[in-house]
């Protein structure tokens, strides 16, 4: 319940904000994650998942034929891995709210429009789970990285669009208890529509 009042309370301030300021477009978006945890060469050996994501965008030109934009987001990500050593696997179940004040660069080719997308972010933990032992208390809750992405979009103001992200966690997100450190790492392939 937690989760679904977080993404309409962001769909609803996100939708206020872009007609405030003018949007050009104001987008929703969900796909899949494809998470991982980096383990730097040491134990445990991290597998990759496969998740989904969905969130809001809105995207504000200083002119509405500019090509450089910036396009905050507000994207909910399940995340995680699946941890092997030599006792055992072990899976984390994450989420997080997360945050992305993406500057975008659009090459406008009329119908259809590539363009490509980066900047940092700042994540919340929506919530954990590690089975069989779930110790959470060892997993940060916050996060931060780089997001970067490329997609197409078609269309005119109404439009759809697809896109492609990988994010790269800078924050190691265990406890030094935990005896490893590991980062975030996810894969995003994400569609959406835009108006």
């Known amino acids: 319940m937690r989760k679904t009042l977080l993404l309409v309370g962001g769909l609803a301030f996100a939708a206020a904000l872009s007609s ?3 949007a050009q477009t104001f987008g929703v978006k969900g796909g899949l994650s494809f998470p991982t945890l980096s383990d730097n060469g040491q134990l445990p050996v991290f597998k990759r998942q496969t ?13 509405p034929g500019s090509m450089l934009m910036f396009q905050p987001e507000l994207l909910y990500s399940r995340q995680g891995a699946l941890a092997s050593n030599q ?3 072990t899976e984390f179940d994450l989420s997080y709210v997360r945050l992305t ?3 975008r660069l659009t ?8 363009y490509f997308l980066g900047g940092p972010y700042a994540a919340w933990r929506a919530s954990c789970e590690m089975a069989p032992v779930s ?3 060892e997993i940060s809750r916050t996060d931060w990285g780089l997001d970067l992405g490329a997609g197409i979009r078609f269309g005119g103001k109404t439009g759809f ?5 990988y994010a790269f966690g800078l924050q190691d997100i265990t406890d030094r208890d935990a005896g490893f450190n ?4 996810v894969a995003l392939a994400l569609v959406g529509v835009s108006f």
């Open 182 to 185: 590991s980062k975030n790492r």
């Open 87 to 89: 006792v055992g696997e």
């Open 135 to 137: 110790n959470c208390n």
């Open 101 to 103: 004040p993406n500057l």
């Open 161 to 165: 669009f697809v896109e492609g992200r």
């Open 107 to 114: 090459v406008p080719l009329g119908g259809v429009q590539p």
């Open 51 to 63: 998740r989904f994501a969905v969130g809001v965008h809105m995207v504000l030109p200083s002119d």
């Open 20 to 22: 405030e300021a003018g």
